[in-house]
């Protein structure tokens, strides 16, 4: 059981029967009394003085690392322990022999498992950009997997209280956050779907639940922290490749992802334009080459070959090119002194466009794609177009240059 708190305490067990159930008193929260003599029977108990009857279980071959399972057998008050004890040794003889008691009753009642219902909320917008589906899995995989094969009416808003504060505890709060709300978004359909069915995270949430606050990482200065990224990549990445697709990052304002995704059928080094397909807002990117990033994108040419393909290609990479450069990132952090991040590069070029250059937001949001302000009059207003992004584009791309070298800084000292 578990105190006021939350801390896990000793397991209480007992010889289950009419007097000994009847004995139990309720507690602050909801705990759980053990059979001394039939593993897996057990009384819940909850704060109302409400008690039912449960059998845990581990279904399938997978021992340890199986999903634990809970059902109900029924409330104390209608049902006799000793039914109840014959009813777990019953459920507990079909996992033993291969059943899944509460898969069986959930598909004979038409309430899906949270599987299904995932899979369903996938399948809803086959828009979605693939990488954003593969997180979804994994944070479900990784933090809701003992719930895939629970009902959706099995998992209470107590539940979600237990996990959202595991999570934090644990994981920190921005899978605790992300978590928590995709579970909330799963639940949407069915709810509307199915009678009676209620989301256990709007439960949550009304019962005075809180998400945590978003903290974003801020830089320093660009003054401060480019020549010091610069210096600490300089040191630490020899791989050219890798270096150049860190450049491409300072120069761009880019995504990591949109960066490594760079094929050459999209940069007309000519016309000095390329153009991104997958992007995280889903719009195709079309921008200017700069005089430095034509420079990156000359040498990352003549290494290639001179053949089209990716323009930051790995050898060892299953898809061809860079998978990733995180790798880099705390011995970067390391070598120069202060923390670093690829976002962080983000985080410089819009803080030069618009702290240092006073360009309006309405120009830095469209050169690093993020997606337009829900603004009536902004709506109405045309595409930059690209002519009008190159001037503004280079004039960034030149003050971060100066920056990484350390000349920025002494120039605006002297002015």
């Known amino acids: 059981m ?104 959930a598909e004979a009642r038409g309430m899906p498992l949270l599987r299904q219902a995932f899979e369903e909320y996938l399948q809803a917008n086959p828009n979605r950009v693939p990488r954003t589906d593969k997180g979804y899995r994994q944070a479900v995989n990784r933090y809701l997997r003992d719930w895939l094969d629970r009902p959706l009416d099995a998992i209470t808003r107590r539940d979600v209280e237990a996990r959202f504060n595991h999570l934090s505890l644990n994981h920190g709060w921005a899978p605790a956050n992300r978590t928590i709300s995709l579970l909330g978004s799963i639940y949407r359909r069915p709810c509307v779907d199915l009678d009676g069915l209620r989301n256990p995270v709007e439960q949550w949430r009304a019962a005075g639940g809180k998400l945590h606050a978003k903290k974003r990482r801020k830089i320093s200065s660009p003054a401060e922290v480019l020549p010091r990224w610069r ?119 819009i803080t030069v466009a618009e702290r240092e250059l006073m360009m309006p937001p309405s120009l830095t949001k469209r050169l690093v794609n993020h997606a337009p302000p829900q603004d009536i009059t902004q709506s109405y207003a045309a595409d930059w177009t690209i002519d009008q992004l190159r001037e503004p584009a280079q004039k960034i791309a030149d003050r971060i240059e100066a920056l990484m070298t350390g000349e920025g800084e002494t120039g605006a000292e002297a002015a």
């Open 231 to 349: 210096a600490g990549i300089d040191e630490v990445v020899a791989w050219p490749a890798a270096r150049d697709a860190f450049w491409a990052g300072f120069l761009t304002g880019m995504r990591l992802n949109e960066v490594l995704a760079l094929r050459w059928e999209r940069v007309d080094r000519k016309a000095l334009i390329f153009r991104v397909e997958r992007t995280k807002s889903g719009v195709p990117l079309e921008l200017p080459i700069t005089r430095q990033l034509a420079d990156v994108f000359s040498r990352r040419w003549e290494e290639c070959g001179g053949r089209d393909g990716w323009v930051f290609p790995s050898p060892a990479s299953g898809s061809g090119r860079i998978p990733d450069l995180s790798q880099y990132y705390k011995r970067i952090g390391a070598a120069c002194g202060t923390r670093f991040w690829y976002h962080g590069l983000r985080n410089a070029f």
């Open 2 to 105: 578990t105190d006021t708190h939350g801390k896990r305490v000793a397991r209480v067990k007992i010889a289950i029967s009419k007097r000994t159930v009847d004995a139990l008193e309720p507690a602050e929260r909801e705990w759980i009394a053990w059979d001394d003599r039939l593993t897996g029977f057990g009384v819940r108990v909850y704060p109302s003085g409400r008690k039912s009857y449960i059998v845990n279980y581990r279904a399938g071959d997978g021992g340890r690392r199986a999903p634990n399972k809970r059902i109900v057998l029924g409330r104390s008050d209608r049902l006799s322990a000793d039914r109840a004890r014959r009813m777990a040794q019953k459920a507990l003889g079909d996992v033993a022999g291969g059943g899944d008691p509460a898969a069986e009753r």
